[in-house]
C-alpha cells in the first residue's frame, strides 16, 4: 500500500496575485487617476462620472478573481478589503460632491438595474416561450401581440425606475445639500 501526503495548498500571496493582474492594475489606476483628474477640472464633472463607472466595471472584474478567503494570503485578503473601501470612498465622494449629477442619472441606473431583472426572471421562469406561441409566427396578428405584450414590460421597467429615480434623487438632493438647513 502506498501512502498519500496531504500537502496543504499554497496560498496566493499578495505580490502573485499583483503579477498575475499586473495589467488590470495599470487600467484601474489610469482610470482611478483620470477621475481624480477630472473631479478638479472646470467643467468636467460628466468625465469624471463616465472614468468612474469605468473604474467601476475594472474593479468588479478584479474584485472576481480573487481567490477565495481559504485559498488567499492575510495581506491578499487585508488588500481586497481595502481597495473596496477605497472604491466606497471615491463612490461617496462623488455622490457629495455631484448630486444634483447623481440625480438626473438615477432614473437611467434604476431603469438598467429592473430590466435586468425582468431579463433574469424571464430566462429563469422561461416565460419567452409562452409569448412566442401566442399565435403562429409570421403573421401580423402575432407581431402586434408580442410587440404590446413586450412594450407593455418596457414600459413597466421604465414607469418603475423613473419612479423610484426620482425618489431617491430627492432623498440625495435634500441629503447632500449646501449649506444644510436645520
Known amino acids: 500500500m502506498t501512502t498519500v501526503k ?95 449629477y447623481v440625480a438626473k442619472l438615477l432614473p437611467l441606473f434604476f431603469t438598467l438595474i429592473f430590466a435586468g431583472i425582468f431579463l433574469l426572471l424571464f430566462n429563469k421562469f422561461k416565460l419567452f416561450k409562452p409569448i412566442r406561441e401566442i399565435s403562429p409566427p409570421f403573421r401580423k396578428r402575432s407581431t402586434l401581440i408580442r410587440m404590446v405584450i413586450g412594450m407593455s414590460f418596457v414600459t413597466i421597467v421604465f414607469i418603475l425606475a423613473l419612479v423610484l429615480g426620482t425618489i431617491v434623487a430627492e432623498l440625495i438632493k435634500y441629503y447632500f445639500q449646501y449649506p444644510p438647513t436645520p
Open 6 to 100: 496531504k500537502t496543504k495548498p499554497k496560498k496566493t500571496s499578495l505580490e502573485q496575485f499583483v503579477k498575475d493582474h499586473h495589467y488590470m492594475f495599470a487600467v484601474l489606476g489610469v482610470f482611478g487617476g483620470l477621475t481624480a483628474l477630472f473631479t478638479r477640472l472646470e467643467n468636467a464633472s460628466y468625465l469624471a462620472f463616465l472614468s468612474f463607472i469605468i473604474f467601476l466595471l475594472l474593479d468588479l472584474d478584479l474584485w472576481v478573481k480573487f481567490p477565495k478567503s481559504d485559498e488567499a494570503s492575510l495581506a491578499l485578503r487585508i488588500f481586497e478589503v481595502l481597495l473596496q473601501i477605497y472604491l466606497i470612498a471615491i463612490g461617496v465622494y462623488l455622490v457629495q460632491a455631484y448630486s444634483d
